[in-house]
């Protein structure tokens, strides 16, 4: 799934497999690899912070902030050098609703209690979860993500001004007709033509700025009456300033936020930790997670203080980095310190840029994190993960992301649990060293999926004096497992019936012991090399055999 991932964004953005340097050594040419990486990210960063701003409903300054500050301090804290933070569309979409209600102060406390929650992630150790997110819960991921910030462009597509806010988003409006939207449309291929060529051509000029520059070029060239970012909001702008969100200090305004702030931090967290993992597998480096949900924590709390929208990891722009060859934490901080400078010194150059090229790079965007693939899989693979890739991409666009990841998980545990459910069984024969003894091989997991299975493979009136259930080739895992066992245990103890347990690992003694249904006085084999008797009735363990 990561290097799938991973070529995805390399042909999305028209990148090529480059040779990674090994070494991260603060040579000459190491730093000037980190510094070029860094200079390519922030050109890279310029046109998405702003668009992903539109898609907010916020200043472009706003997206800036943002992008400036995240990406500076999770590239000095973060848990993996080489990845890139900042103002993402999946935060974006949710923020639409809060600021159309509640404005752009409301988003500032905001982000801050979701910087906290995060800190508390982190603090806590919860990012080793990311491991337990399914494969095709991913693809569902990408496939979701992919469609939302897809969705969010086609409000460029409309006679601006005409659309309106409904806290849900912007909707409404008149679109386009006419020669207005051939050239809005012209624009858009001909920005997205230049990211496909660009590679192909030179690997100097990262391809999305190179198809910035084209149209931007083009326009002013030929003077075409197009919308572009100037015409919306000017960033021109300072340094940030310290300033505490003006929003009243009570438990309202907390109960307003504090779904916003859950949600993007969920967000926020689940993306971050993907693109750990895809950086992970470039670098080789492991571990981290919980560095990272700290450092993204961190990050937005001082965002929501200096007037940014919060941000989280960026997985396209941490791939063109790792693939520039960066690999220390040099070329994150050189890219949040050039994009600075552009907010300071290159505003009015920014606001030329036509809106047309933004939906285009927003556009490449979408067909390098879209999986492909999972169309023709969906045949190939199990029922159940076709259903949860849909499920998850569904949730996605109807919803969000967290929603949807959690929803994949529990499905894709429901699944897994009834499919070990139904592997529980058991072999029966004549004991070899007891005579008239019944043996039970039990096969497959006992836990509470499988504890009715379990009960039903009894025959407790047909069974001889003596039976012994052997445990060797299955695990007892949970509570439910441990009453099944003394439902069974009960059950031929009222039938006058000796029951002997063998083979339960060490492990499970202790679960049975802790339990208190039957007392275990000795240690079990949990190598299994030893077979070892335990008679629930005398509560005795036997000699091996």
Known sequence: MKTALLRRYARGFGMTELGLATDDGLSVTRLRIEILAGLTVALALVPE?????????????????????????????????????????????????????HGVEYLFATVVLMGLFQVVAGVMHWGKFIRLVPHPVMLGFVNGLAIVIFMAQLGQFKVPGTMVNTGHGMSGGEWLSGPALSLMLALVSLTMLVIWVTPRLTKVIPAPLAGIAVVAGLVIALGLEVPRVGDLASIQGGLPSFHIPVVPLTFETFEIILPYAVILAAIGLIESLLTLNLVGEITGKRGGASQECIAQGSSNIITGFFGGMGGCAMIGQSMINVKSGARTRIAGIVAALFLLSFILFASPLIEQIPLASLVGVMFMVVIGTFAWNSLTILRKVPLTDAVVIVLVTGVTVKYDLAIAVVVGVIVSALAYAWNNA????????????????????????????????????????????????????????????????????????????RLMLRHLSHDCHKLLTKAGHLMVDSDDDPDYEVAVDYDVKTGVLGSGH
Do not use: C, N, W
């Open 49 to 101: 912070a702003v668009a992903f701003a539109f898609v907010a409903d916020v200043h472009p300054l706003v997206g800036l902030y943002a992008a400036f500050i995240v990406g500076l301090v999770t590239a000095v804290i973060g848990g993996r050098p080489g990845m890139i933070s900042g103002a993402t569309g999946a935060l974006a979409v949710v923020m639409v609703s809060l600021v159309a209600q």
């Open 422 to 497: 139904s592997r529980i069984h058991a072999v029966t024969r004549e004991s070899q060293t007891q005579a008239g003894a019944k043996v039970y091989e039990i096969q497959g997991p006992l836990f509470f999926g499988s504890a009715a299975g379990f009960d039903e493979i009894f025959d407790v009136a047909g069974d001889p004096d003596t039976v012994i259930v052997d445990f060797a080739d299955s695990r007892v895992v949970d509570q439910s497992a441990l009453q099944a066992i003394e439902s069974m245990a009960t059950k031929y103890e009222a039938a006058g019936k």
